[in-house]
């Protein structure tokens, strides 16, 4: 069983030389059981890699899209995706409703002949949705996924996949609060005011979060729905997962600024004498489990 990372950015895609340590593509997570069940995690320009290494590959069961939410850089590379162009594919969108819109109304309207020279509906791929909704569990094979509101500027979700004894929580776009480190009383703050996520991610082997901000950049952009590197940093030890991914980086961020926040968090760590690992994610990036 592994996940793998095919894009890791938050935004838009930023190709370029000072982005390719950690990658420009946005999100897009694969994640495989062990009877090779595929579950994919946001629908961002990285699944355009994914797709071609599956055709590939000649996969050939279900392929099932989860989708966090649908701001343009989690479904930006959906009508690149090769499997959908693929007669004997089946291939099942996961997601939720919102304003009394479904999941095939959203995605569909983004995929027309205004903006692609195809219909979502005219594709070769036997396609379905499912609306999925907070605060619910689902079973796909051995695997189980529990859902959760993320704290966002538009309704998100956050997944915890469980399997082997195992769990990942993927939270790709969310605020934590308080998000301002000058208070004091901070980590009393952070764990009052969190206490649903802190519970959420307790004790998780991989916490896969938001780490849009540095605490500088943070100041000006409270409230946008993402998070920074110090209440990331104390969250993560209230929740005592044993590894923090860093992921859906600020697109100005080059890949040294990155690595420079993946040493600041790690630093708190061990200062704390924690043993938490923290780790940036990049393209490529398969963990075994
Ligand atoms: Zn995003
Ligand atoms: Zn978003």
Sequence with gaps: MYFKFWGTRGSIPVPGSNTLKYGG??????LRSNENELLIF???TGIRDLGKSLVDEKYNQKIRIF???YHWD???GLPFFQPLYQKNTEIIFLGESKHEKSIEDILSGQMNRHYFPMDLKDVASKISFENIESNKNYNIGNLEILTLSANHSSSTLAFKIIANNKSIVYMPDNE???GNFSEDNIREIIKLENEEFINFCNETDFLIHDSFYDESALKLKKGWGHSDNNTLAYFSLFSKVKNLILFHYNPEYNDNKIEEIANYINNIFS???SKINCIAAFEGLRIQF
Excluded at 25 to 30: A, D, G, L, R, S
């Design 176 to 178: 934590l609060s308080p």
């Design 25 to 30: 593509n946005t999100p897009c997570i694969e």
């Design 271 to 273: 200062i704390e004498k």
């Design 67 to 69: 989708l966090s939410h």
């Design 74 to 76: 989690h479904i930006q």
């Design 42 to 44: 946001d629908a961002g």
